[in-house]
Structure formats: structure tokens, C-alpha cells
């Protein structure tokens, strides 16, 4: 299988399976001399583990400890790969044994047997979502780059859940509920209609905003490498997302060219491809989690459709987890454009 990288100068790539015995990612073009804790990691794996206490998430309870095995001396980067490992420790398999002639709807089951004409059927292998620790975990280390070299500050939040959506965005209570909303009364709505799909044995998406304050004007490429589509790569890259804008998105879609050029925010921070010192701010649509309780109609390898419950467990509402994803991919996409502009300019 190609293309388990990513980046140009600050590369990152993962590897494992759901089920295997480890999963993992090596972080290659760090500079030396970058202060590395593997606590400020710990702190990012911890906020995306599965079993924590974000609303809606799975039962699997893993510890997500993160070990170093190269590119860090006395607490700083080598300037040589960097491996992070993290342990798998608690895989139910034989939860998976019934699906491996059939393929779930939703999930890149029928994608991957479709490509390889093989698939590891247990917990999706690699499309699995915990695979995004492996992410997680490298872009802690794009965070420690970026404040080497700039300000920045990578906030993302649960905007919406549910179909509940956050009337007002305060980042001091985004820490204080478990859906990591800025609004503690609309979080405790998004509580409930997730429990109500959690009772209907279904599952449901929402939206992921993200801002990003300190980036300095001129980061990006300005043709095929743009910032905005840079970060429309990288997030689009994560399995649940369906849908990603910047600024004000589709709405400009609506507006004038007079207000569209002055309006606060339409920009998302970013103009032709090249940031312009502003926050920049874009959302990621997530969709609802495939895997559901209620049963399904699935193909199946005979050719067939097969009523069948999805046994295991999962997540009934995935955003919550997903916001600290959407930190760390915008993080490497960052890291790397910010080791380019030093070779852009003298």
C-alpha cells in the first residue's frame, strides 16, 4: 500500500491496524535542537483516546501511551526520524469474525476489497479510525515546531452535534464539558440527542470548527500548494470528514463582491493560497459513525445482501474525538509549510 505519507519537508508517516499489535508514525525533518516532552504528547493522545470521557465514545478502553523510540536525546530532537509507538491492548477481534464475507455499509470494507481483492476484516485494519492516534501523535510534535518558531495557537471545537448547534463561542468552555463545545448549554444538548441515538441503536455526525491564531502572512505556495487546499488534503484525509470550507465558504457563495472583499472572516485568514496574518478559521463536516446497532442490509462477498447488527463497540457520536485530530493535521500541514517558507526566503 503507497501513500502513508505526508508533508514535503516535515513528513509523516503511520503505520498499524486496528487489531494489530501496535500502530504508530515516524516524523521525519524535525530540526535538531526542538524541545520534545513526551507529555505534551500524552496530553494530545489522551484528549483522542478511545474509552475517555468525550460523549458518545466507544467502550474500547486503550491507554494510548506513547513510546519514543528514536530521534530525541536529552530531551531534544535529533534531527533524525523520530518513531512514536503506541501499543494496541485491547482488541475484541472475535467481534469482528462474522463480517469477513461482507462488507459494512458506510465503511471502506467493499473500497479495500475492491482494490487488493484482501482486506483485514477485524475492526477495518487500516481505514480503522484509530488510526488518527498515530496523526494525534505526530502533530504534537508539529505544536512543539510551530511555537520554536511563531506564536501559534491551534484551537478546534465541537461546533456542532447532533444537529445542536454552539450559539456562541467562548474557548474557556470548550475543557469543561465532554463534548468539547464553547457553549456548555448547547453541549448539554448535544448530550441528549446523542443518548437519544445511543437508545435508537444509531449513531450521528456534526461539525468541527478550527481557529488558528500567530501564523504570520506569507505561508502557502501560490499555485498547487495552496494553505487552504493544504489543509483541505489534510483534513479531508481523516476517514469521518465529508465536508470542509474556510472563511465563510459557501456563504460567499451568496454575497456581492463589494461585501465579500470587506467582510469580517470571509477570507478565513488565508488569500490566494498565501496566509495573510489573520486568524484563520475553516470547519470539517463529520459524518455520523457507520457503525450501528440497528441491522442492516449488507453485501456480501456471494454477491448478496445479508441482514446483519453490527456487534462491537463504537462510537455513537465521533466529533468529540475528532477535534483533537483536526489540531494535529492542521499542525503538520503548518510545520511543514513554515520549514518551506525558509527555503522560499533568503
Known amino acids: 500500500m503507497s501513500d502513508n505519507t505526508f508533508g514535503t519537508v516535515f513528513k509523516v508517516t503511520t503505520f498499524g491496524e486496528s487489531h494489530g ?96 481483492g484482501f482486506r483485514d476484516y477485524r475492526g477495518g485494519g487500516r481505514s480503522s479510525g484509530r488510526e488518527t492516534a498515530c496523526r ?38 470548550i475543557d469543561s464539558n465532554p463534548l468539547r463545545s464553547p457553549d456548555n448549554e448547547a453541549a448539554k444538548k448535544m448530550a441528549e440527542r ?56 459557501f456563504e460567499s457563495a451568496g454575497y456581492a463582491g463589494s461585501y465579500n472583499n470587506s467582510a469580517p472572516g470571509a477570507a478565513g485568514g488565508i488569500r490566494g493560497g498565501i496566509s495573510d496574518g489573520d486568524e484563520i478559521v475553516f470547519q470539517a463536516a463529520v459524518k455520523p459513525t457507520p457503525s450501528i446497532g440497528q441491522e442492516q442490509m449488507m453485501p456480501g462477498a456471494d454477491g448478496k445482501l445479508h441482514p446483519f447488527a453490527i456487534k462491537g463497540r463504537h462510537d455513537v457520536c465521533i466529533v468529540p474525538r475528532v477535534v483533537p485530530v483536526i489540531e494535529a493535521m492542521a499542525a503538520l500541514v503548518l510545520a511543514d509549510c513554515a520549514l518551506r517558507q525558509r527555503c522560499a526566503v533568503i
Open 194 to 249: 446523542i443518548e437519544e441515538c445511543r437508545r435508537n441503536l444509531d449513531s450521528c455526525g456534526g461539525i468541527v470548527e478550527c481557529r488558528i491564531s500567530g501564523i504570520p502572512a506569507g505561508w502557502g505556495e501560490p499555485v498547487f500548494d495552496k494553505l487552504d487546499a493544504l489543509l483541505a488534503h489534510a483534513v479531508f484525509s481523516v476517514g469521518a470528514v465529508k465536508g470542509f470550507t474556510v472563511g465563510a465558504g
Open 136 to 173: 494525534v501523535a505526530a502533530g504534537a510534535l508539529a505544536k512543539l515546531l510551530l511555537q520554536s518558531i511563531a506564536p501559534v495557537k491551534i484551537t478546534a471545537y465541537t461546533l456542532e452535534a447532533g444537529g445542536v448547534r454552539a450559539e456562541k463561542i467562548n474557548l474557556d468552555e
Open 21 to 116: 499489535p501496535a500502530i504508530g508514525a515516524v516524523v521525519d525533518g524535525m530540526p535538531a535542537g526542538i524541545a520534545v516532552d513526551r507529555k505534551l504528547i500524552q496530553r494530545d493522545l489522551d484528549r483522542r483516546r478511545p474509552g475517555g470521557n468525550a460523549a458518545g465514545s466507544t467502550l474500547r478502553k486503550e491507554s494510548d501511551t506513547v513510546e519514543i523510540l528514536s530521534g530525541v536525546f536529552e530531551g531534544k530532537s535529533t534531527g533524525t526520524p523520530i518513531a512514536l509507538l503506541i501499543r494496541n491492548s485491547d482488541q475484541h477481534s472475535s467481534d469482528y469474525s462474522e463480517l469477513k464475507e461482507l462488507f459494512r455499509p458506510g465503511h471502506a470494507d467493499w473500497g479495500f476489497h475492491a482494490k487488493y
